[in-house]
């Protein structure tokens, strides 16, 4: 018998109840919390940006107005003769060229050997090897300072003590940089890898015209954390490097530190400075990085 012999609606045609309103309370209750947490969170960002504040304002100011309680926030006189006159006080143009090369140089190494060595762990199987990445990883927790002496003690027997070229071996191998790609490399199908061996691609072509194309996000994301690590790093040439001409922005800027005194004003304009050069590459990768980092296990 039919619905409409029946004088029955079609159960098609009966249309679903409607979804109750979410109470009043609840609502405001949730909106309360979001406001909450965008408090909390500016709060948060401005603490971290009151330091950056800080050195900027102090890069145009004298040394004698920096450290002065309360911090004054707008100087009577902004000197910005500061950014001209550091220039002609220190080698700054070699400083940054140095800072520059050893970035760049490392940053392309430790791109090129934690790719191809995190697609050997992530995508070709042969025995021991997640003991073997396992054992890799580990190194990771073990202190730069437990091995510094025998690496100096290497470097120095090898001749390369006071050279680029010791820190660019020494940093072109990172762990964390092979976890990073492998960790990313395993949310890519192996179909992908398994169609490309039938076809005749060797591993190195299924590497570099398959796999590479598709990690544009972790490649950027480790090129972006070992180019800042790099510009930043202190240690490695304070132990490496003596020689002037072969110092970095990071020495380079203790040229200000006397033995009694120090030109922090100087100081401050050489850190402003010495900030661009990251804020350009992070200004450019972000949106790279930040899908890198959500997409490696690392979120």
Do not use: C
């Amino acid at each position: 018998m039919s619905a409409t012999m029946t004088g029955r609606p079609p159960l098609d045609a009966v249309e679903p109840a409607p979804t109750p309103p979410p109470s009043r309370r609840g609502s405001t209750l949730r909106t309360a919390g979001q406001v909450a947490l965008h408090a909390v969170l500016a709060v948060l960002a401005i603490a971290v940006l009151v330091p950056f504040g800080w050195m900027l304002v102090s890069s145009v100011k004298l040394d004698t107005e920096v450290f002065t309680v309360p911090i004054n926030w707008i100087p009577d006189e902004f000197h910005w003769d500061n950014f001209t006159r550091i220039w002609s006080r220190i080698p700054l143009g070699t400083y940054l060229g140095n800072s520059l090369f050893l970035s760049v140089t490392i940053t392309a190494l430790q791109v090129l050997t934690g790719s191809f060595a995190a697609y050997g762990f992530a995508k070709v199987r042969f025995p021991g090897r997640d003991v073997l990445f396992l054992a890799y990883i580990a190194t990771i927790a073990v202190p730069w300072q437990a091995y510094m002496v025998p690496q100096y003690i290497i470097m120095e027997k090898a001749g390369l003590v006071n050279t680029h070229l010791s820190l660019i071996l020494l940093q072109a191998f990172s762990a964390f940089g092979v976890f990073l790609m492998r960790q990313y490399y395993l949310t890519i199908p192996d179909e992908l890898s398994e169609a490309a061996r039938l076809d005749g691609l060797s591993e190195y072509a299924i590497w570099y015209r398959i796999i590479l194309p598709l990690s544009k996000p972790a490649l950027a994301s480790l090129a972006l954390l070992t180019f800042v690590n790099t510009w930043n790093d202190y240690m490695g040439p304070f132990i490496y490097l003596t020689d002037n001409d072969l110092w970095t922005v990071q020495l380079g800027l203790r040229s200000f530190v006397g033995l009694y005194d120090a030109e922090y004003a100087m100081i401050m304009t050489g850190s402003v400075l010495s900030v661009l050069p990251i804020l350009i590459v992070f200004l450019l990768g972000q949106r790279y990085f930040v899908r890198g980092i959500a997409t490696s296990g690392l979120k």
